[in-house]
């Protein structure tokens, strides 16, 4: 234990002074913030071993905090204890169930309670065979968020990569990676500018020992003004068929336990190796042109998805203008596909292919169109839906 550093965040200066002193003489390294938003700036640049709180702060709330170290890859994993002098059932339910690992009730007989709770946490590391299972991880992984849709030329891929790249807009230090599983050919790569050599063929290629979650952070590029990270499909019909395509879970897997948002670029690609994929995801967006033929095909797609086991809440229709201004309304549509409608992207003639050739983002070549405005609130809205329907799913 000696040697651990433990982030103490308390509003209460004597509080915090007063338990820094006891856990200096116990030998821990003792950072200390005095609210929620220093601790969490100093949580993702410090790197505690363990962040001590109490769940009382006035610059956020509690729960959003707890949250907020669960959801971001440098802090998902480090224990949180609560230490609090709120009693009430109810308030550490809230919080064990937000994220926190322990909470512990300031009382007479709280530091010993603490000190066990430490040992229990810090010892666990060595003799991890006797520790209680770990929770699931699958828990706080990353959010899956997978674009389908039932027809070719819809804006799958446009919408998938500036839909991620919005999502910044409201996250910050959220950790997102787009991956284009497309084959035999992506197509994310052309959109964002990206010509390097690495995509999912050549990552599939390695070891899998080798492709775990720091070789992902350093080596996926970050395309120039779509803050995030790319695993760029396979660049041609030759290579894409030399893709072990068996690796694809596990590169999935890893991807998950590494970003906080993982967006999947699937096309209309149903196959044996998206499906599992789609059953996984947290949200399915379903990308839909107003053509009745696309639409007919969409109700086909998701009568499938549903005999495969997809659940409604999981699926996220987008209804994007994408051929003109003609075609069905948002009402036809929903009616001959049987489902409610989530946005609708408005058509930008000629101004959405030129923002494509030019490698920009919507919002950052036209700040000032309608598109513009609806992905940002569609990109909150997808981070408010994907959490719901992964706290649905536990
Ligand atoms: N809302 C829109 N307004 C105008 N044009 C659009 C819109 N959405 C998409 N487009 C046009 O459609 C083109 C095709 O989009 P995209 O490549 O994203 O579709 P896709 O569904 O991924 O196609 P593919 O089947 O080839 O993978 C874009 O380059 C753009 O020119
Ligand atoms: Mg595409």
Redesign the pocket.
């Known amino acids: 234990m000696v040697g651990k550093t433990i982030l103490l965040v308390d509003q209460n200066e004597s509080s915090r002074v007063y338990l820094s002193a006891d856990l200096r003489g116990k030998e821990y390294n003792i950072l200390e913030a005095a609210s929620g938003k220093e601790a969490l700036i100093s949580a993702w640049r410090d790197n505690p071993d363990l962040i001590l709180f109490d769940p009382v702060f006035s610059d956020i709330q509690d729960i959003e905090f707890i949250q907020k170290l669960r959801q971001n890859a440098r802090t998902k994993t480090t224990p949180q204890i609560a230490f609090s002098s709120d009693p009430a059932p109810a308030r550490r339910e809230a919080c064990l169930s937000a994220g926190a690992d322990e909470y512990i009730i300031k009382s007479p007989d709280a530091l010993s309670e603490l000190h066990q709770a430490l040992g229990r946490i810090f010892d666990g590391d060595a003799i991890s065979t006797d520790a209680p299972e770990p929770e699931p991880e699958r828990i706080r992984d990353g959010l899956l968020i997978v674009f389908l ?1 039932a027809k ?8 998938c990569a500036n839909l991620a790249m919005n999502i910044k807009e409201h996250e910050p230090d959220a950790r997102v990676v787009v991956a284009d599983l ?1 084959l035999p050919i992506g ?1 994310i790569g052309q ?1 964002v500018g990206y010509e390097g050599k690495l995509n999912l063929v050549t990552v599939a290629d390695l070891p899998s020992g080798q492709t775990n979650e720091n070789y992902f952070l350093k080596n996926l590029p970050e395309p120039e003004s779509w803050k995030f990270q790319l695993l760029a499909g396979s660049p041609d019909p030759q290579q894409g068929n030399d893709l072990k395509g068996n690796r694809i879970g596990e590169i999935v897997d890893v991807l998950r336990k590494t970003y906080d948002f993982i967006f999947l ?1 699937l ?2 690609s149903l196959s044996r190796i998206s499906l599992p994929l789609i059953q996984q995801a947290d949200l399915i967006p379903l ?1 839909v042109s107003t053509d009745l033929s696309t639409v007919e095909l969409t109700k086909t797609v998701w009568e499938y998805l549903q005999v495969q086991g997809i659940d409604m809440h999981k699926m996220y229709p987008i209804l ?3 051929v003109g201004l003609d075609g069905l309304t948002k009402t036809e549509a929903e009616k001959i596909i049987g489902f409610s409608i989530k946005t609708t ?5 000629g ?3 030129l923002a ?1 050739n030019l490698n920009q983002p919507i919002t950052v070549k036209y700040p000032r169109d309608t ?1 513009s405005i609806v992905f940002k609130n569609t990109a909150r809205d997808l981070i408010k839906a994907a959490r719901q329907a992964n706290a649905e799913n536990h």
């Open positions: 849709s070719g030329g819809t804006g799958t891929s446009s919408l497309i197509s959109i670029d096309g209309r990308i994007n203008r994408a992207m408005p058509y930008m003639g101004n959405f292919a494509n598109a």
